[in-house]
Each structure stands twice: as C-alpha cells, then as structure tokens.
C-alpha cells in the first residue's frame, strides 16, 4: 500500500500541474495587431484581425494564410463584422 501511495502522489501532480497548464493557455484566441506589418510568420490557415481602420465602420480587416506557394504563404484580406459587446448609446 504504501509502495502505491509513493508513486501515485508524484503521478497525480504531474497530471493536475498538465491539465491547470493547458488550461490556463488561450486556445481560440483570436489575434489583432494595429498594423499587417506586424505579421511576420502567417501560417496556413492562420487567421489574424488587423486594426488599421481600413475597412468601414463596425468591421475589421482579416488576414489569412490561404494558399502556399513556392516564396511562401499567399495571404488574403477581406472585411469582416467586428464581433465584441454591444454598447447602448
């Protein structure tokens, strides 16, 4: 019995210490940066908002990785509805 407790006190802080880890990590964070120069490494499929008051009133522009070719990945902007709380005027 006390040959089970030794081992499965270190076996069990090891898996809480995992899980509080990935937990505390966001996992849908969404980016936004002020500025496309900002983005340096674009990945494919990766999706960053841009914040440079390009795009019209109540949208924000979005870079995304969307194709790969032979000098990298192509990005592809477009406007889309700025997503957040609703504030009463």
Same mark, same amino acid.
Do not use: F
């Given at each position: 019995?006390?040959? =089970? ?47 440079? @008051?390009?795009?019209?009133? @109540? ?5 995304? @990785? ?9 990005? =592809? ?7 957040? =709380?609703?504030?009463?005027?």
């Amino acid at each position: 019995m006390a040959i =089970t407790k030794a081992v499965t006190a270190p076996a069990l802080a090891l898996c809480a210490s995992l899980a509080l880890c990935l937990l505390a990590s966001p996992a849908a964070a969404q980016q936004v940066v002020p500025n496309e120069r900002n983005i340096v490494d674009l990945r494919l499929g990766q999706r960053i908002l841009v914040d440079d @008051g390009t795009c019209p009133a @109540g949208q924000i522009k979005e870079v995304s @990785g969307s194709q790969m070719t032979t000098s990298g990945v192509l990005r =592809t902007r477009k406007c889309i509805p700025r997503l957040g =709380t609703k504030q009463r005027r």
